[in-house]
């Protein structure tokens, strides 16, 4: 029952400063830091679409099986990456579920402990939250607000001709298991954007082909990708290998392949290249970080890509998108 | 699709002073008005459960058939009537919606339109949101995000034995239709919070009985209902008399059915008094209001019911739960 699961959950969140009316109210009430501006996203995660539990009783092979401790850390992975591309401190979020009627409470209980690990990680507060069962499979809504000083704030339509694209890490291949165990850069945006100028910024979270297209279109711009110097993941190639998801190249996969999480930069050449040739352990101790400059935004509003040997081609802005009539 | 859907729906959210990133970045940025706290709240709805369409295919009598329209109003009024049982003034909403595949954009639409109009009544912004597609059937989650000085914020913690228990309007039967057109008390919330002292607030949204019972459990308090001053909605009397939902007589329909959407106050005496004597229309113009007094809050932690003859005894907390194992 509702009660008896909250009855369960509520002891488990520490009391907050951040929190001047902690859950179990109508709402949350969150102390405002001074003179920052809050910032709010959302991601709705929903079974066999964005995961599937081993029970789960067909046998096709995407999404990859999940536990409901994955699936809570990661609800709130991509939220708190959302936060990230945009340099803002994650401060709390509230979770709604609708849950199983058979076998919620053991769902939910798995769920929240992941939730409540993957908050403490990023020093984040569960402010608030919904509760429902129904005959549906488990779907879960998380929102997280951050705080950002309004001249902190990195937005997508901002790029200017001449930044150099940035991305935080290699790509592609996340389908077989990171997209699981999700490192949002809240930590790595924070210091980046204390010690470099970024024009503007997003999160990797449908690919780096449609997610830069979309960073292009919000600043009228354009991007010149040097397909050589995007990083591809380990996972990418080892993908291409298993010749499933409809056989593509490695380089196919970082372009194109959703949920690795990274940063997509737009820096300024000085900048883009300070930052990329630092140390970035001496930025974020033990971060995973790995910049590399993979292109440059341009003025004429097209995509294109760049081969070694300087051709160039219309890049298409593939990725993951919902299909629905 | 999705990118298709989002080029309708985006124009249609007006530029907005309050947002100082709008919709379409990664996340959404608010100014936060000086001093305030921010207030956040979280509910979501699911077919079936909350609503079911004309068009579904079971025939069950409950929950009654709903447009998307409806839904989407719906959705957004209950987050609303949250914010009012804080005394909050509404800012924002974030909504994530899991759309059908098929039909899922006519859904979402009618969805939106209904979102957007009730978002105008209460001069709050859509701020931003998440569309995904599946094949389940339709679930929309809804965080809104209010504003309230620390000293004007209610709370459900702060009851005071001998405060007066007021309720805003006739309860019961909402099922007739009500639960589809919710007047969240946004607008009575703020007038009654500027003009009056109120110790601790709740919506009743499960129903007064066990709403009475959260506000009473939150404070550390006791109360007695008294059940003839309990005000009965007409469709109360009318949902008694189809005797459907396992026969309830008028009385247990006010206290036990959900979805009314009226506040519970705690009010010392003077100011209860001075609230429920005094014309609503002269505090808020049109208002629909019709504050009653129906009981008092006791230092005994037990809710009681009083019959006109003085009797007391145990009220039962009953209303809407959700059930799961």
Known sequence: MENQFLRWLLPQIKREHRLEVPPGDDAAVLRAPGGKRTVVTTDLLTEFIDFRFSSSKDDQEFPPTATAYQ???KAIAVNLSDLAAMAATPEAVVVSVALPRQNGRTI???LFKGIIEELEAFNTTLAGGDTNAWDGPLVISVTAIGSVSPWDCWRRNTAEPGDLLVVTGPLGGS???RHLN??????????IASKFQVHAAIDISDGLA????RLMSASQTGAIIDIESVPIHTDAVSLSELKCNSSLTPIQ???QDGEDFELLLAIPPDDAHAFVGGDPQKLVPQTTMQPRIVGAVTEKIELLGRTADGQTQPLEPKGFEHAFT
Do not use: F
Request: aromatic fraction near 0%; hydrophobic fraction near 40%; include cysteine.
């Open 108 to 110: 939910a209980d798995e």
């Open 182 to 191: 999700v490192t949002p850069r809240c930590h790595e945006a924070l210091a």
């Open 175 to 177: 389908l077989l298991g």
């Open 210 to 213: 449609i997610d830069c297209s």
């Open 71 to 73: 699936v809570g850390r």
């Open 253 to 255: 996969h970082a372009l």
